[in-house]
Structure formats: structure tokens, C-alpha cells
């Protein structure tokens, strides 16, 4: 398995403009998530569905952050319109659901550059 | 809301040095915990996962324990090499939700 598959892998986009930031899980989970790292934060959970459902928000920080998950395999995070303090690394994770003894698979990333 | 320290938040030893990073979390009612590794510029990995009924795991030069009575996990890398250099992050599991540490850079020196 290709295990968690993030593109792009690095994104430089100007203040105001719409990013999109795909993932496409491994083959069999069913839970996906999406993180965000800073240095000042850390890690931060944004939203995680469960069978292509959202599941909690909670962590997503404003009504510029949206994300859809319309199949088993691929997901996105929108931010419309994108500003500087959105610049970090975004992670995109998945795992089987309701095992309690199933690990976390994280992809490599996504690198947001908001100038 | 559980909250996930590690102390130190970085760390230099000398390579061959047995070492230990530390992980405390405020809530106990957990499902299990991750330990992962990050190199520079790239995701995480996962390293052990321990049950919340279990006490340690190990995986080769690596065991990690946890005591949920006191809210403690520790991880213990023996005969530490150059290419551990990395850092290490603790996640709590909490109903398919994980919260993480924020992580201990360790640095391994030849």
C-alpha cells in the first residue's frame, strides 16, 4: 500500500486566494483526519469523518475552512479566502474505526506559504 | 479536556546513551497511546500503541510504558544512534480522537 497520499506537497498562494489541499487515505480505513502544525501550537485536530461523514468540527477555525469527503478514498480542505496566519503544515491521517487497537497513519503533508 | 505535556522539549545526548522522553496527560479515560517519531519536513510515523489495559510495548530498541494512574508514558530508547535523531510525539486516544503532546526533539550525537 502507497499508505496516505497528500498533495500538494508544497503550496506558496497569495492573501485572498482559494486553496484546496487533497488526501487520499489508505484503502480500508474508513476514519480520516486533518491536522494542522505549527511551531506555536503544535498539532491540532481540524475535522475528522468517519464512512465519508464529518464527525466533529470542532477544531476547524473559522467559516473559511471547509472540507468534504465525497468517497471512501479522497478528501479535501478548502480555505476561501486564505490568509497569512493560515501558513503551516497540514496533515491528512487514517485509520480503521471502532478498533481501539488500530494506528494512526499520517501522510506526509501539505507545506501552506500564505505571503 | 485533556491536556498532553512532554518534558523536555529537547534533548542532546551522545550516541550509545540509554535515554527516556517523557509524556503526562491530565485524563486517564483513554482508550490507548500513540508514540509517533517526526523527521524534519515529513509526517508522522508510529512507533508503539499501548492498550489502555496494557503497561508497555517494545519494538526493538524501543519499549514504552504507561501508567494511567498517574497519567504517565514514557518512552525508553536504548543505545541511542545518530539516526534517532528526530521528534517524538505522544498521543492520546480518547474515542478516535487523538491528542497530542507538544513533542520532545531529540538530538543523537556521533
Not at chain 1, 74 to 88: C, G, H, M, V, Y
Not at chain 2, 51 to 65: D, M, P
Request: charged residues 20%; proline residues 5%.
Amino acid at each position: 500500500d502507497a499508505g496516505v497520499i497528500q498533495s500538494p506537497r508544497h503550496e506558496v498562494t497569495e492573501m485572498g486566494q482559494e486553496v484546496t489541499l487533497r488526501c487520499k487515505p489508505i484503502s480500508g480505513h474508513n476514519s480520516l483526519f486533518w491536522y494542522r502544525q505549527t511551531m506555536m501550537r503544535g498539532l491540532e485536530l481540524l475535522i475528522y469523518f468517519n464512512n465519508n461523514v464529518p464527525i466533529d468540527d470542532s477544531g476547524m477555525p473559522e467559516d473559511r475552512f471547509s472540507a468534504k469527503m465525497p468517497n471512501a478514498s479522497f478528501s479535501t480542505l478548502k480555505i476561501q479566502p486564505s490568509e497569512p496566519r493560515d501558513s503551516a503544515v497540514y496533515f491528512c491521517a487514517s485509520s480503521r474505526r471502532g478498533r481501539t487497537n488500530e494506528k494512526l497513519f499520517f501522510g506526509s503533508g501539505t507545506q501552506l506559504s500564505v505571503l | 479536556k485533556q491536556e498532553v505535556t512532554q518534558i523536555p522539549a529537547a534533548l542532546s545526548v551522545p550516541e550509545g546513551e540509554n535515554l527516556v522522553l517523557n509524556c503526562s496527560f491530565t485524563d486517564s479515560a483513554i482508550y490507548n497511546l500513540q508514540w509517533f517519531r517526526q523527521d524534519p519536513g515529513k509526517g508522522l510515523t508510529s512507533l508503539l500503541l499501548i492498550q489502555s489495559s496494557q503497561r508497555e510495548q517494545t519494538s526493538g530498541r524501543l519499549n514504552a510504558s504507561l501508567d494511567k494512574s498517574s497519567g504517565r508514558s514514557t518512552l525508553y530508547i536504548a543505545a541511542s544512534q545518530p539516526g534517532d535523531s528526530a521528534t517524538y510525539l505522544c498521543a492520546l486516544n480518547a474515542g478516535n480522537m487523538l491528542t497530542f503532546g507538544g513533542g520532545t526533539r531529540l538530538m543523537v550525537k556521533p
